[in-house]
């Protein structure tokens, strides 16, 4: 070992160690920019919010700086500000726009990595023939516009099964749709709810059929009334007539007038036409027949009140109950001949009648108007006195008046004769 005088050992230059290494300084920057992520404009990257501010936000990108989302490239809707949409310390995708290596700041897209990422997810969708899930953000002429990280259309005859009149209705809400056309390229995204209904139902159709029998009761809701009768849903959009005359025991003259649209009633069902897709209904079936106990009721010879519900050539029929009603034929109606029932009773009119025959295995009830009229007693004619001008009841002779005239007679014949 060499051995330096103790005053030129400070003189010695310093000399940086020939082993290939660099200084500890060199090393740390050389450290600290291997750190860094490469950017280049066009890229997607993650990262960290760390300011949210009136017209842009701050985001740590892993750059020497951190980058900045311009308000304009936040895909903020209208009335949004970047606080509506995000906080520190939220992760998102960006886009790289710009870096100047000389500023050392980078610009950034949220509004087109988010579109980017839509259409991929979109065209993925697409292909695999998916639904996908959206909010519709405004009505416009033609149709909606929903969001779905690019704005998509669904024309109005695609919003629903049926006609929708006020299209306003759905705004804000989040709907599925399936997608009909997709291009990239003209930003051109069509989509229909009522393609992705449709499916839905023939699914629950073909799920109800197999599953529904003949003479099951089965809960419904009223979802149209017409003339004849009244569509019920009886589970998953599958829908079965309730024909007027299955709706009550009694006579209904129009269905509004027991049913109303959205009621829930239980149903049974009557018939299932599997090749035409058709299922009958009765709400009647599942009441208590009035008919199978009206013989603890009523009995013949009992005089019963009621509502004269049809006229017909032959009488009138008279409801007694709901679901019971009786027959008054032409000939029962009054004491004197009837040539139409309608000169003696009217629909809606209230009547007192006898029941004169029962017979509840034919469900049939005779009834009879002139059977429960009182008899009328007429009063004891007084004897008038008999007088030239009024002979009274019995006709009067000259000899009733001419006391003898008679015998009279028979003596001056027998004289002449002598």
């Known amino acids: 070992m060499t051995d330096f005088p103790e005053d030129k050992r400070h003189e010695q230059p310093t000399k940086a160690p020939d082993n290939g290494q660099a200084a500890p300084e060199t090393d740390a920057v050389k450290q600290y920019d291997e750190t860094l992520k490469p950017l280049s404009p066009g890229d997607i990257v993650e990262g960290r919010v760390v300011h949210v501010g009136s017209d842009e936000v701050l985001v740590d990108v892993g750059y020497k700086t951190e980058g900045r989302i311009p308000a304009s490239e936040l895909g903020l ?32 897209s949220k509004r087109r990595a988010d579109e980017r990422q839509a259409w991929e997810q979109l065209t993925a969708k697409f292909e695999a023939g998916e639904p996908v ?60 709810r009522k393609e992705l209904l449709e499916e839905e139902l023939a699914r629950a159709k073909e799920r109800a059929f197999s599953q529904l029998q003949e003479g099951q009761v089965v809960s419904g809701i009223v979802r149209r009334l017409t003339d004849f009768g009244a569509f019920v849903d009886i589970g998953g959009g599958v829908e079965g007539l309730l024909h007027v005359s299955e709706m009550a025991w009694s006579r209904v003259r129009h269905p509004q007038d027991v049913l109303h649209e959205g009621q829930e009633i239980k149903v049974k069902i009557l018939g299932i036409d599997r090749e035409r897709e058709r299922i009958s209904l009765s709400l009647k079936e599942t009441l208590p027949d009035p008919w199978s106990t009206v013989a603890d009721r009523y009995a013949v010879g009992q005089i019963v009140e009621g509502e004269v519900t049809r006229i017909v050539d032959f009488g009138a029929f008279v409801k007694l109950e709901d679901g ?95």
């Open 77 to 108: 809707r209208p009335g949004q500000t970047p606080a509506d949409v995000l906080r520190v310390d939220d992760n998102i995708a960006v886009q790289v726009l710009r870096i100047d290596e000389g500023e050392g700041t980078v610009v950034l």
């Open 133 to 192: 899930e959206a909010e519709v953000t405004a009505r416009v002429k033609g149709g909606l516009l929903v969001d779905l990280g690019v704005r998509g259309f669904v024309p109005a005859s695609h919003v629903d099964r049926t006609f929708v009149d006020n299209l306003e209705q759905y705004v804000g809400q989040r709907l599925r749709f399936r997608i009909l056309e997709l291009d990239r390229q003209k930003r051109n995204v069509v989509l229909s």
């Open 324 to 418: 019971i009603e009786g027959l008054v034929h032409i000939s029962q109606l009054a004491d004197r001949r009837v040539e139409n029932p309608s000169e003696v009773v009217q629909p809606g009119q209230r009547v007192k009648a006898k029941i004169v025959n029962l017979d509840p295995s034919a469900r049939r009830i005779g009834l009879s108007i002139r059977a429960a009229q009182p008899k009328e007693t007429k009063p004891k004619e007084e004897e008038a006195p008999v007088s030239y001008s009024d002979p009274g009841p019995e006709s009067v002779t000259i000899g009733d008046v001419v006391g003898g005239l008679g015998e009279l007679l028979e003596r001056t014949g027998r004289e002449a004769g002598a």
